[in-house]
């Protein structure tokens, strides 16, 4: 699988486009924005959006969904079903950090652990990771983890907003992430890239060397 990694403007929040060479389906994890480099990629590629993966419903990471569900209006939408109350009040998130109200669109699917579907003939594991919202996922495909705000290069989502629990958080994180495989590449969804084997030695909160 090729992970190309776009990072609007707005908020700073990772977007990851996971497509191949040989299959013209795409899929978006996370929507951070309305990036129209994004568009432009998928449009000089001849890809075929098929799904957008959201990790969490923060408006930092579902904000740009109308604008792309109007220009791939095929592409579905798909999202945890615990976090459908914290999506329903995506007016009141932006409320609360004094930025304009974005546009909240219909999710086509909500998710859990149980689910299980493919793009490009690749399984797309979904790892539920409760902690830094009630309902945040990981995705698994191949040897690559979206981590959303889950888990971060030596650093941890925070725990402090509505549906956050660091008890919850540090059982994903050590009970589930940590069990994968260490070569395991992390795409989080702020910052660089990591990887499993380094955050189990290096994490700040969690790993070998953890200071706090």
């Known amino acids: 699988m090729i992970v190309k990694k776009f990072i609007p403007l707005e908020f700073a929040a990772n977007n990851y486009l996971i497509y191949k060479n040989d299959c013209a389906d795409a899929c978006l994890i996370d ?10 990629f998928i449009e000089e590629n001849k890809l075929n959006l098929k799904m957008i993966l959201i990790t969490h419903a923060h408006f930092d990471h579902c904000t740009g969904l109308s604008e792309f569900k109007k220009k791939f209006p095929s592409a579905k939408v798909m999202m945890a079903k615990a976090d459908r109350e914290l999506y329903d009040a995506l007016s009141m998130q932006c409320d609360m950090f004094s930025l304009p109200r974005c546009e909240k669109i219909k999710i086509d699917e909500f998710i859990d652990e149980c689910c299980e579907f493919e793009i490009c003939n690749e399984k797309i594991k979904v790892i539920s990771t409760p902690g830094h919202s009630k309902g945040s996922l990981c995705y698994l495909i191949e040897d690559n983890l979206f981590s959303g705000d889950t888990l971060f290069l030596e650093e941890i ?6 549906g956050g629990s660091f008890a919850e958080i540090k059982d994903s994180i050590q009970k589930k ?9 992390v795409f989080p969804g702020h910052g660089d890239n990591t990887s499993i084997g380094h955050e189990k030695n290096h994490n700040a909160y969690f790993g070998k060397n953890a200071i706090y």
């Open 177 to 185: 992430l940590f069990k994968l495989d260490e070569k395991i590449k």
């Open 31 to 40: 929507c951070a924005g309305s990036n129209s480099a994004i568009f432009k």
């Open 157 to 162: 989502g925070r725990c402090d907003l509505p």
